[in-house]
């Protein structure tokens, strides 16, 4: 089996937020599809993620307790993310009578209520995140991003099992 170092995990990580972060991008100002709120929350995982990521193939710490550390609060901003993509996918299974109504834009909510206040709101759903607007294989968007905050999982997993190890 390879050994990877702590900074080359932290840079695959880095990598692969950086690709969906592209493609999110390319299918936002090349495709013409509009993120929903919760579309946007996920970007901000996927950035929070990346974040860490760059923090920690910097700052590549020697010792156990940095490396849990990164670890960590990478998995944090990766399970963040997925728990927000499967509320996305659960949110566009339900049957068309029970799919909440739409609510106000993110823009507007963001400038008269408090953040709590936004969370909750994008998180119990409106029915814009309800669209299907493209899918790919069978899968929509929030399944295929769903799947990449899965696969970006294994950076994490790999700091906190390169953390442990020894």
Known sequence: MMSYSFRSVALAGLAFCVLMMAVALGLEHIGGFAPCPLCIFQ????????????????????????????????????????????RHVWLQGLPADEVPSCGPGLDYMMDILPMQDVVAMVLTGSGECANIDFSLLGLSLPAWTLLGFFILAIAPLRLLWLAMKR
Do not use: C, D, E, N
Not at 68 to 77: E, F, H, R, T
């Open 43 to 86: 970007r901000v995982a996927v950035i929070a993620a990346g974040i860490v990521f760059a923090i920690a193939a910097i700052h590549s710490p020697a010792g156990r307790v940095g490396k849990v550390i990164y670890g960590l609060l990478s998995l944090i901003a990766v399970g963040t993310g997925a728990f927000i993509a499967g």
